[in-house]
C-alpha cells in the first residue's frame, strides 16, 4: 500500500510557473508508474503526464507537450510535474496517481492522492 500527497498548487499569472510534488509513504514509489491528472469545474478528469518506475519514459498529453515536464526522484520517494506558460485553461485540480503501468486511463491506477488546486489567472 502506499499513500500519495500533492503539494505545490497555488495561483499564480497566465504565462508563470509551478512545480508539483507527489510524494509518498506507506511504500516506495520506485515500483510504480505514477501518473498526473487534473479536474476542473465540470469536467471529466484528464490525463496529464506520466512516467515508468525508472523514470526512463514519460507521456504527456498533447494540450502540455512543450510546457510540461514530469520527472521523479525514486531516492526521495517523490514525482515532480514542472509546469511552464502556464495558460487559464490549466486552471484544475491536479491528482498523483500510481500504478503497474504507463497508462493514460484512470483505471490504470489503483493508488490517488487528495489533489493540488491549480490556477492560473489572465
Known amino acids: 500500500q502506499v499513500q500519495l500527497v500533492e503539494s505545490g498548487g497555488g495561483l499564480v499569472q497566465a504565462g508563470g510557473s509551478l512545480r508539483l510534488s507527489c510524494a509518498a509513504s506507506?511504500?516506495?514509489?520506485?515500483?510504480?508508474?505514477v501518473c498526473w491528472f487534473r479536474q476542473s469545474p465540470g469536467k471529466e478528469r484528464e490525463f496529464v503526464a506520466a512516467?515508468?518506475?525508472?523514470?526512463?519514459?514519460?507521456k504527456l498529453a498533447d494540450s502540455v507537450k512543450g510546457r510540461f515536464t514530469i520527472s521523479r526522484d525514486n531516492a526521495k520517494n517523490t514525482v515532480f510535474l514542472q509546469m511552464n506558460s502556464l495558460k487559464p485553461e490549466d486552471t484544475a485540480v491536479y491528482y498523483c496517481?500510481?500504478?503497474?503501468?504507463?497508462?493514460?486511463?484512470?483505471?490504470?491506477?489503483?493508488?490517488w492522492g487528495q489533489g493540488t488546486q491549480v490556477t492560473a489567472s489572465s
Open positions: 496517481a500510481a500504478g503497474t503501468v504507463v497508462g493514460t486511463r484512470l483505471d490504470d491506477y489503483r493508488y
Open positions: 512516467i515508468s518506475w525508472s523514470g526512463s519514459f514519460t
Open positions: 506507506g511504500g516506495t514509489l520506485s515500483v510504480y508508474a
